[in-house]
């Protein structure tokens, strides 16, 4: 598929996503979100992609769902059509680790997005936001749900309410991204996270994915339970056999993904 809206590239065992309507701030339309989901699927089904990096422009990580596409919009269109249902779905399902890059607006579905990542490099002039409540409307992409589990529930009601944006530093002391770098070296940072990661037994690291995933969705006895059986499992694997023959050996583990 040729894209439009956003630019491709795999470098490294790393798969690059660049979101890229620089005219609209990157904001979220239907072509741009189904190139996105497209992009994320083959990625997926690429045997040489071990780890994906998902970023915007320096301006703009994405300044959310565009407005001018659903301004129109009905209830009953918007209901019955499942408005960002599929897609959001679609990108939850990825189970290779995607790591958003963010600089700039991260605005409603854009920081929606960046949370649907497993986790978040920001750089230090982004700006995150759910500024939905200024359009009479609200967040609809888990700005609500995954905000507040990440930062609270004061901070998000803060921000849902209030439609505030929070710099860079205030998101990494509320837990909202990992780190925070100079805008210059954001990237580098994220290529050089996602490679660290393409390192690693792809069985494992889809493990973590899932686990990590599942602590937001059970009970904590659950999960530990799910945890520990994953855990177990991963015994049966020859990575296992490999890295920890590699750690008594004083060398690196070569891992085979077996
Ligand atoms: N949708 C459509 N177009 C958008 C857009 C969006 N979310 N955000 C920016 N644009 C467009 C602007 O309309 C403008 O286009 P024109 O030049 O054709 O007028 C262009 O991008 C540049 O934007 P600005 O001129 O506004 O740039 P600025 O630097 O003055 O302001 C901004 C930047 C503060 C991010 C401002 O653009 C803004 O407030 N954007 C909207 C943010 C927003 O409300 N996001 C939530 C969307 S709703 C949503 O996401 C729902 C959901 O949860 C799923």
């Known amino acids: 598929m040729a894209y439009e809206t956003i630019i491709v590239e795999v470098e490294d065992h790393v798969a690059k996503i660049t979101l890229n309507r620089p005219d609209a701030l990157n904001a979220l339309n239907s072509q741009l979100l189904s190139e996105l989901v497209d ?5 997926q089904g690429n045997d040489k992609v071990r780890c994906i990096v998902l970023t915007g422009s320096d301006k703009a990580f994405a300044a959310g769902a565009d ?8 209830f009953v269109e918007v209901f019955s059509g499942d408005l960002f249902g599929p897609e959001a779905d679609a990108i939850m399902r990825v189970r290779k680790p995607i790591i958003a890059a963010v600089s700039g607006y991260a605005l409603g579905g854009g920081c929606e997005l960046a949370m649907m990542c ?17 359009l009479g409307v609200m967040a609809g992409l ?33 837990g909202l991204v990992s780190r925070v770098v100079p805008a210059k070296k954001l990237l580098d940072e994220a290529m050089s996270a996602a490679q660290k990661i393409a390192e690693k037994s792809m069985v494992s690291v889809m493990a973590v994915k899932e686990a990590v ?4 969705e059970v009970p904590l006895a659950e999960g530990l339970l799910f945890e520990r059986r994953v ?3 991963l015994f049966a694997t020859e990575d296992q056999k490999e890295g920890m023959a590699a750690f008594a050996e004083k060398r690196e583990a070569q891992f085979r993904d077996k």
């Open 67 to 74: 407005i001018k596409m659903m301004a129109e919009k009905s």
């Open 39 to 43: 992009a994320l699927q083959d990625a």
């Open 231 to 233: 855990f177990h499992s």
């Open 142 to 174: 888990g700005g609500s749900q995954r905000l507040t589990r990440f930062i609270g529930k004061s901070k998000s009601m803060d921000m849902n309410l209030t439609g505030r944006f929070m710099d860079a530093e205030e998101a990494e002391r509320a």
């Open 118 to 134: 497993d986790f978040i490099i920001a750089s230090d002039t982004a700006k995150f936001g759910q500024p939905e409540i200024n």
């Open 213 to 216: 995933n599942r602590s937001y």
